[in-house]
């Protein structure tokens, strides 16, 4: 009988990467790893770090309850393994408040703090 | 499997009703309902009813109708609750169980919740995992409208859509609405009123998202011998019901859009042995407009147009009550409202009435040439998971 635990205890991110792991059988990218492929239900993972850097998928603003609140930009991304051959999409805030500053395939990069994931827009 | 068709309809009106009980929403419905389908209540042998918050009130409006003692099923999936419940109600009878049922939807929202995964944090948590992958992470980390406003964006970018295309959308729907007296919102708006309305998220603005409403809807369901030996006048048939499943929105190899829906459509319309150009020659539909974004690409998930045509659909006026397409002629949910668990059946009813033309949609009526066939769609999200609902009626056998 299969283990009722299938949560991998890893660390989320090494440095400023995402810490993932590919299925061996089918390719399947899981994140947060768990012991099994939800895809093949292959349980032969390898690590993959994936990011810091990625583009921009699409955004939107978030809801200002009240005026004065901050305006913060959310949205998707995809982040680039460094060979470039895995990609994986991760959602987040910009670190900006004004809209007309990102675009749709603009790059950036991950700045995860303690609470938030963050993007940094980088110059293009 | 037996012929089934749809052969009465009720919906209370849509609104704020929070001083009301359950019952006291439900009930009209399912009264208007039988007196609509003309037949003795005791004909119906089950009920089937879709809510998300009302636990137990089936049993309660049941024996508020004088039909308790009949097996009573509570579905719970979300936006497609009272959908999921007319196909069971349809499975009910097509496979010779009953013959005769009554399939309800019933919401009020104070009380409805889609997270159902057990608790706040968690489902924070495991939402976030979840959308990872998924390029329109719907429920996560931005609620449903912030998902819808993803799509959006993305589809302007992609194709070129602009935020009017968006808002005509409600402006259509509020014209249609403007002719329904059971919708929350009856009054009309202009693109200018829906553009600059409150940010919701952007490009979405307040009113290109749904209404928060509570109400019922019921639909009377018989086999086709049961339509014979009672002598039903202008039954509508159910000639497809198909349903999809999935966890986050979009394929991120997808363009903007919900994959599902196209696959659904497809299996719904192949029971049906239908095509979406038929729509256009013969037909129209409801679909789940919960935002004005929603609607734009269920266009081209159901292969009405090419990936991309959507804001043409609105912009041609395609889409009006007397265009080539009528889609929500009742206003759809951005106008009428959406209690989660009714939707479902109140698009039902809106189809039914239509075909039959009757009185309930004398001032909304979809032109005759119209009339042979009829679509509808809910797109749910239980939890974490999506399901899309999809059924095709028809006047012919």
């Keep these: ?124 | 499997m037996r012929n089934v068709a749809v052969i009465g309809a009720g919906v209370s009106p849509f609104g704020r009703l929070d001083a009301l009980l359950y019952q006291e929403i439900g009930r009209p419905a399912v009264n208007d309902a039988i007196e609509n389908a003309r037949i003795d209540r005791k004909l119906i042998q089950s009920c089937y009813y879709g809510t998300c918050g009302g636990v137990g009130v089936g049993h309660e409006i049941m024996n508020e109708t004088g039909l308790i003692g009949i097996p009573i099923t509570r579905v719970v999936n979300a936006c497609s609750s009272g959908s999921n419940a007319f196909r069971l109600a349809y499975m009910d009878i097509a496979s010779g169980m009953s013959d005769c049922a009554i399939a309800m939807g019933i919401e009020k929202m104070k009380n409805a919740s889609m997270m159902v995964v057990g608790g706040g944090t968690r489902f924070q948590i495991e939402a976030k995992a979840y959308s990872h992958g998924s390029p329109f992470p719907l429920g996560a980390g931005g609620g449903m409208p912030a998902g819808f406003a993803l799509m959006g964006r993305a589809h302007m970018k992609m194709f070129g859509t602009k935020k009017e295309d968006f808002a005509n959308i409600v402006v259509k729907s509020r014209k249609n609405a403007s002719k329904n007296p059971k919708a929350e919102f009856q009054t009309q708006m202009t693109i200018d009123e829906v553009l600059n309305d409150v940010m919701i998220n952007d490009p979405l603005t307040r009113s290109q998202c749904c209404p928060r409403t509570d109400g019922a809807a019921a639909v009377i369901l018989m086999s086709e011998d049961y339509v014979k030996e009672h002598h039903i006048d202008t039954p509508i048939w159910i000639k497809g019901s198909a349903m999809g499943s999935h966890m986050g929105a979009g394929d991120p190899k997808y363009p903007p859009g919900i994959s599902t829906d196209a696959d659904t459509a497809k299996k719904v319309f192949n029971m049906a042995g239908v095509e979406p150009k038929d729509f256009y020659e013969r037909g129209f539909g409801e679909c789940h407009d919960c935002f004005s974004v929603s609607e734009l690409v269920h266009y081209e998930d159901f292969g009405f147009c090419k990936k991309g045509e959507g804001g043409n659909m609105i912009n041609d006026g395609v889409v009006e009550i007397d265009g080539d397409l009528p889609i929500n002629p009742s206003g759809g949910l951005l106008s009428v409202g959406h209690p989660l668990g009714a939707t479902g059946t109140r698009q039902i009813a809106e189809v039914f009435w239509q075909m039959r033309k009757d009185k309930e949609v004398a001032k909304r009526q979809v032109p005759d040439e119209h009339l042979d066939i009829a679509f509808t769609h809910t797109l749910g999200q239980p939890g974490l998971g999506f399901t899309n609902v999809m059924h095709v009626f028809s006047r012919d056998l």
């Design chain 1, 1 to 124: 009988m299969e283990s009722l635990i299938t949560r991998q205890k890893v660390p989320m991110l090494i440095g400023n990467k995402i810490n993932a792991v590919k299925c061996d059988k089918c390719g399947h990218i899981r994140f947060p790893p768990r012991t099994y492929c939800n895809k093949c239900q292959g349980t032969d993972f390898s690590s993959i770090l994936i990011g810091p850097t990625g583009v921009i998928l699409t955004y939107t603003t978030t809801y200002k309850k009240k005026p004065k609140d901050k305006q913060r930009i959310f949205g998707f991304v995809q982040l680039f393994t460094e060979d470039g051959k895995d990609s994986f999409n991760l959602s987040g805030t910009f670190d900006t408040e004004n809209i007309n500053d990102v675009k749709i395939g603009k790059k950036i990069e991950l700045l995860p703090n303690e609470k938030y994931t963050i993007f940094k827009l980088l110059e293009d």
